[in-house]
């Protein structure tokens, strides 16, 4: 069995797959702290979790004349950097995707992304010692391999275009700490890539290869998925090279508290509404609504400062709103949420708009309904 020597995982985590396993915690949790708890942080594998030795791990760096390879130990001899950063699945609220129209994938819920702070080495630093100088160099694409290998033997891996590393530069880390604590298995021991600002997709964990090219990663998950489409293009007609690899992802916000179907006191007055907002390409959260009333009126958030600049906002921001009820309000109420960047880039209002067959990039306003006990 591939999967006999999968780690052990938190029970809390509820799993939309097993073989491979895929789960995300309850979504209630992830506003209780800045920083997701690794134990709790959503995990997204697409095939077995590799056993990785690390006295006999090396990290290959590719450059034009020369291959480093560094062990763990040189890893951490090197400068270490920290960065808080979201890692969220393309697919997160893919569910919701589904009531529109049937979509393939996961059927994530609104908590498959984390916040956490990432600890390693910079990509820049490695790439120096390999004779690359990533603001001159004329390749087209950054390419990383992991170790988790399918039953072709062919392994996870993925690419980013070389202009979105010369803007993020310095701040692409190869973590080998997540929240101070060394990588759980689950989220890619010993090494990953955090790319800040950029999809969970090519933050490529159990990292076990980097090198520039002239083409895209060849892998099924860089070719062949995650990537977006109208929502008229559907199984029969679509053609993934004609679309481009998700990279930075949409501005998106969810309610976390109180979870849908809960049943506010009798008599309420007014719910308190929790939940996150984040932007990908570090665009800060500038603003957070919510509604009471499925989206007739609005109310603003207020916004827990997440210590980031507005333009290298890698963190999300956490927020929260005490919304009145209409008096004497009894029965359903509807919740919604809806969060604005720096760019001033707002949420779609419905799914429908934004529905595509792979169910990604849903970023359209988050609706939890709750009730008012008579
Ligand atoms: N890296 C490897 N080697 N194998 C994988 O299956 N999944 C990717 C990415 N990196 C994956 C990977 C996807 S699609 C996501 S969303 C994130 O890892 C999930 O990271 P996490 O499991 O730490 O939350
Ligand atoms: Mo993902």
Known sequence: DPYGSEPARNPVLIP??????????PALLL???????????????????????????????????????????????????????????????RSDMVDIKPVKGLNWGAAAIGNAEWSGVRLSDLLKQCGVNLDTTTKKHLVFEGMDKGPEGSVYGASIPIELAKSLKDEIILAYEMNGKQIPRDHG??????????????????????????????CHWQR?????????????????????????????????DPPA?????????????????WSGGGRGI??????????????????????????????????????????????????????????YNVQPDGVEGVWNLRGVLNNAWHRVTVTVPP
């Open 16 to 25: 939309s797959s097993k073989k491979p396993f895929n789960a995300e915690p």
């Open 31 to 93: 506003v209780d702290s800045f920083l997701t708890p690794n134990e709790l942080f959503y995990v997204r594998n697409h095939l077995p979790v590799p056993q990785v030795n690390l006295k006999t791990y090396t990290l290959d760096v590719e450059g034009p004349k020369k291959v480093l390879k560094f062990t763990y130990d040189d890893l951490i001899k090197l400068p270490k950097k920290s960065v808080a950063a979201v890692v969220q699945c393309a697919g997160n609220r």
């Open 189 to 218: 021991y010993p090494v990953r890539v955090i790319i800040p600002g950029v999809v969970g997709a090519r933050q490529v964990k159990w990292l076990n290869k980097i090198y520039l090219s002239d083409e895209e990663s060849e």
């Open 224 to 256: 062949r998925d995650y990537k977006g489409f109208n929502s008229s293009i559907d199984w029969h007609n679509v053609d993934f090279d004609s679309s481009v690899a998700i990279m930075q992802l949409p501005v998106v916000s969810a309610i976390c």
């Open 261 to 277: 179907g809960t049943e506010l006191e009798e008599g309420s007055e007014d719910v308190t509404v929790r939940g996150y907002a």
């Open 286 to 343: 500038i603003r957070v609504d919510v509604s009471a009333d499925g989206g007739k009126t609005w109310h603003t958030a207020e916004l827990q400062p997440n210590g980031q600049t507005p333009y290298r906002a890698w963190a999300w921001t956490l927020w929260e709103a005490t919304v009145p009820l209409p008096e004497g309000h009894v029965g359903p109420v509807e919740l919604v949420c809806k969060a604005v960047d720096v760019s």
